[in-house]
């Protein structure tokens, strides 16, 4: 008994031995990255991940819903909804880059992803992100050209138009991302490898980055010029003219359609520019609560759903 004792003994020392040269060897081979997370592992963690998920769930029933009652309703189909329409097909990939992945690491206790996997992650969050940033500032273009140029309307908002739009907002977001996560794929990484974000963001990947970061600076600066500079310059300046415009209206209904249709644009705009530092906030609940925005101060929209519905009605009777 006892040289058995002595052999199960040996053997477990020796797998525990060959285990931790196997981690060594991870450690020092291995590619992947860890993502420390957002919430703490026990059950307030739980409690708050089951609160994101539900979030997420309705987030993506909302913009879902708002696609389909866009792409069926003949009324729908002009050309701020068809902007419409692509907002909301972002904000569903926008949320899609990030919550189930976080989900899946906490409740499976794994916190890793692959190199590969960061970024593409990198790219699909940072495309989405430009690409809103742009159709914003296209979507301010519509109601200037509506209340300021009515009678030029019908030629600078064609179909053909915003096709153009959402076109040159989705490959110039494109291109920005594909550069700034080929940069991130190609610099040296010191270990460990643990990025304090529940996802691949980009200033959290550089911190860990073995090098200077003046290239990438020097990137930020341009994309943010880009991006969120320029689209608020012009969202601000469409506006400005909008309200100077609604002001001197003589129409009482006129002047209170106007306000209501610019001002859930408006309140979209702010709740993507002001809290942009707080990750959690623009990535999950601006995508929830635009499509709510929209549809709850639009009557076209609400009158939309209720022709929908009732077809739905109709068809199971």
Known sequence: ILISDLISSFTKLLFRRRLFIFMEKWNHTSTDFILLGLFPQNQTGLLLLFLIVLIFFLASVGNMAMIHLIRVDPRLHTPMYFLLSQLSLMDLMYMST?????????????????????????????????????????????????????????????????????????????????????????????????????????????????????????????????????PFLGITTSYGRVLFAVYHMHSKEGRKKAFTTCSAHLTVMIFYYAPFILAFFYTILTPMLNPIIYSLRNKEVLGAMTRVLGIFSSLKE
Request: aromatic residues 14%; proline residues 5%.
């Open 98 to 230: 990030t919550v189930p992945k976080m989900g899946f690491n906490f409740l499976s206790s794994q916190k890793r992803i692959s190199f590969l996997g960061c970024g593409v992650q990198c790219f699909f969050f940072l495309t989405m992100g430009g690409s809103e940033a742009l159709l914003l500032a296209f979507m301010a273009y519509d109601p200037y050209v509506a209340i300021c140029h009515p009678l030029h309307y019908p030629i600078h908002m064609s179909n053909r138009m915003c096709v153009k739009m959402s076109i040159g907002s989705w490959t110039l977001a494109s291109i920005n991302s594909l550069a700034h996560t080929v940069h991130i794929l190609h610099i040296p990484y010191c270990r460990p490898r643990a990025i304090d974000h529940f996802f691949c963001d980009v200033p959290a990947m550089l911190s860990l980055a073995c090098m200077d970061n003046w290239v990438h600076e020097y990137m930020g600066f341009v994309t943010t010029n880009l991006f969120l500079l320029l």
